[in-house]
């Protein structure tokens, strides 16, 4: 896998997270303590493989 593929998938992952967060924020889907969770757990899980792949922060 490339540098630009690793580090895509990163911030893809946080990016999702951040969109959980969001939706439990402003809509009724599901409560905001859910999302929070939800991002947290998305943000962890995006850490690791960023560890995994070697993804440095710039």
Do not use: P
Not at 6 to 21: C, D, P, Q, R, T
């Amino acid at each position: 896998m490339k540098k630009q593929e690793k580090e895509a998938l990163v911030k893809f992952l946080s990016g999702l997270g951040f969109i959980v967060l969001l939706i439990g924020l402003f809509t009724d889907l599901y409560e905001f303590t859910h999302g929070l969770i939800g991002a947290i757990a998305i943000g962890i899980i995006a850490g690791v493989i960023a560890r995994y792949l070697g993804v440095k922060k710039k």
